[in-house]
């Protein structure tokens, strides 16, 4: 990644490297999300810690509970004009 020796020369250690680039990472994941799909159907989540990860398979599981799994299958991607 470009961003490793700039971060390395601060110096960051490569925890704190891998754990700066994930969040960018995530934040372009997201932003592409918000940008694909009904605002109703992207839900940020935080996963850092077991707790956060325990409630969000709780989230999701009560989600396709309520919903089904057929409401999940038919979840589409927002049309997107083309560019020229």
């Known amino acids: 990644m470009l961003r490793q020796p700039i971060l390395a020369s601060r110096g960051y250690t490569q925890r704190k490297i891998t754990e700066n680039i994930d969040c960018e990472i995530f934040g372009v994941v997201l932003d ?3 940008e694909s799909y009904a605002e109703n159907v992207v839900r940020p989540m935080q996963s850092g810690t077991e707790a956060d990860r325990t409630r969000n398979l709780r989230e999701l ?3 396709v509970r309520t919903f089904g ?3 999940v299958a038919s979840v589409k991607p927002k049309k997107r004009s083309k560019q020229t």
């Open 69 to 71: 799994a057929d409401s």
């Open 32 to 34: 592409e999300a918000r």
């Open 61 to 63: 599981s009560d989600w």
